[in-house]
């Protein structure tokens, strides 16, 4: 979308035969079929993205039989889990990654991002 708004007096220009069927397509039928465009005309609207993941989610709620769906946070714990299955509950935290922010400091430890570092 970005290259069409920056761009598309060039492309009618050099591409006369099929400029008017494009933008028909840029202007009108993309943005019907996926929603609007981004604020900045790059990348995903993550607006659209973000209301469409919330519909499903509440889809599911309503939809799934209630004996058959868990709705979990990671902050309930290995109870509510274990309990859904029909387990007993495991000893210890539940397994992470990036607690704190540490992946960052694990990369700064790495021999192979230190390599490949841009000074």
Do not use: T
């Not at 099929?18 to 009108?28: E, F, N, P, Q």
């Not at 540490?102 to 390599?115: F, H, T, W």
């Amino acid at each position: 979308m970005m290259w069409w708004r920056l761009h598309s007096g060039l492309y009618r220009w050099i591409f006369n035969h099929s400029s008017r069927a494009v933008g028909l397509y840029m202007d009108w039928i993309r943005p019907i079929l996926i929603g609007p465009e981004s604020r900045n005309f790059w990348g995903e609207n993550m607006d659209i993205h973000r209301l469409k993941y919330r519909m499903h989610n509440q889809y599911v709620i309503n939809n799934c039989p209630k004996d058959k769906l868990l709705v979990w946070k990671l902050e309930d714990g290995w109870e509510p889990v274990a309990k859904f299955l029909g387990k007993p509950v495991p000893k210890g935290p539940l397994p992470h990654k990036n607690r704190l922010g540490g992946v960052i400091q694990d990369l700064e430890n790495s021999p192979d991002y230190q390599n490949n570092k841009i000074n």
